[in-house]
């Protein structure tokens, strides 16, 4: 697939060895699989601006943005995306846990099925926890 890549940011919310996962919308893309909070930047916002919003619409709260840990090009068959990830952590509040989101052990990320785009980030996660 040719064209210009969709921006994405990722939000690793992490606490202890633990890390917050939500599970896709039924009507979204890659529906039913899990992922990290995050979402495509709308025109004129930096990263940082979509990722606080993408956490205030998706879970109801205000993270804190740190580091940049990477960014990153993965194409599916139908579209190009460009991956930004960022540490955060939440700011007071608690996040608006559902069926669809949950803390999980880094070590056990592997037994959640994960659209193929956030095997790199997990592969990174595995490999600080040694």
């Known amino acids: ?14 606490q202890e060895k ?3 996962i939500t599970k896709r919308e039924e009507s979204a893309h890659l529906s039913g699989y899990w992922e990290f909070p995050g979402g495509k930047v709308e025109p004129g916002e930096t990263f940082t601006d979509a990722l606080i919003r ?5 879970l109801g709260v205000d993270v804190e943005v740190s580091n940049k840990m990477e ?17 955060c952590k939440f700011i007071d509040q608690k996040p608006n846990i559902s069926v669809r989101a949950c ?19 997990i592969r990174t996660l595995m490999s600080e926890l040694l």
């Open 54 to 58: 993408e956490c205030q619409e998706e």
């Open 103 to 121: 803390w999980v052990p880094i070590s056990d990320l592997g037994a959640y099925h994960f659209p193929p785009a956030n095997t790199r980030i």
């Open 71 to 87: 960014t990153f090009l993965f194409q599916y068959p139908d579209r190009n995306l460009e991956f930004h990830i960022y540490r």
């Open 18 to 20: 633990r890390i917050f």
């Open 1 to 14: 697939m040719k064209g210009k890549a969709i921006q994405i940011v990722i939000a690793l919310i992490m």
